[in-house]
């Protein structure tokens, strides 16, 4: 897709998404032989419910249908949210990551595993999980020392209650 292209259809689609009560995260025009696919993804502080996307994706198809920000050429809209996996880019991305496992690629070199504990306006703070029964450390991460992030699936995260119950059997 095109700047000019990918800059007029976020001037154009980013008022209907915030209406919404939805950040505009990404817009992408893919080509598959003769048909494409306009992919918007949206996402918010507190996540996007399937509801919400079946709302926005209304809205915009309204919104491209008057409009020739396509082009006369069939197309079709998908409209989703982040994956699992999602690329850390923005502030409020690291906002919405507290509490994830993130994996960071550090400009100095080297990579960095650890969850995001908190989020500010300079930086992270982070929870460096323990190695071979060591105790996980803290550790400040400045913006400035991100060259890229990432957020980690975990199949075995135990969640806080669970987290809570094990100290609770640990004190009896």
Do not use: C, W
Request: hydrophobic content about 40%; glycine content about 8%; cysteine-free.
């Amino acid at each position: 897709m095109s700047t000019t292209q990918s800059e007029r259809l976020r001037e154009l689609l980013e008022p209907l998404v915030s209406s919404q009560g939805l950040d505009l995260e990404e817009i992408a025009v893919d080509t598959v032989g003769r048909k494409r696919v306009l992919r918007v993804v949206v996402d918010s502080d507190t996540g996007a419910d399937l509801d919400r996307i079946a709302d926005v994706s209304r809205a915009l198809s309204a919104k491209l249908d008057e409009t020739d920000a396509m082009g006369s050429a069939e197309y079709t809209l998908e409209v989703g949210t982040p994956g699992a996996e999602r690329a850390l880019t923005e502030h409020r991305h690291y906002v919405r990551a507290t509490g994830r496992l993130v994996r960071f690629q550090l400009a100095g070199g080297g990579d960095l595993v650890a969850r995001i504990l908190a989020a500010d306006e300079e930086g992270l703070d982070l929870e460096v999980p323990g190695v071979k029964g060591r105790k996980a450390t803290a550790r400040r991460l400045a913006f400035d020392d991100i060259a890229g992030a990432r957020v980690q699936v975990e199949f075995n995260r135990k969640d806080d209650a669970s987290e809570k119950n094990d100290k609770k059997e640990e004190e009896a």
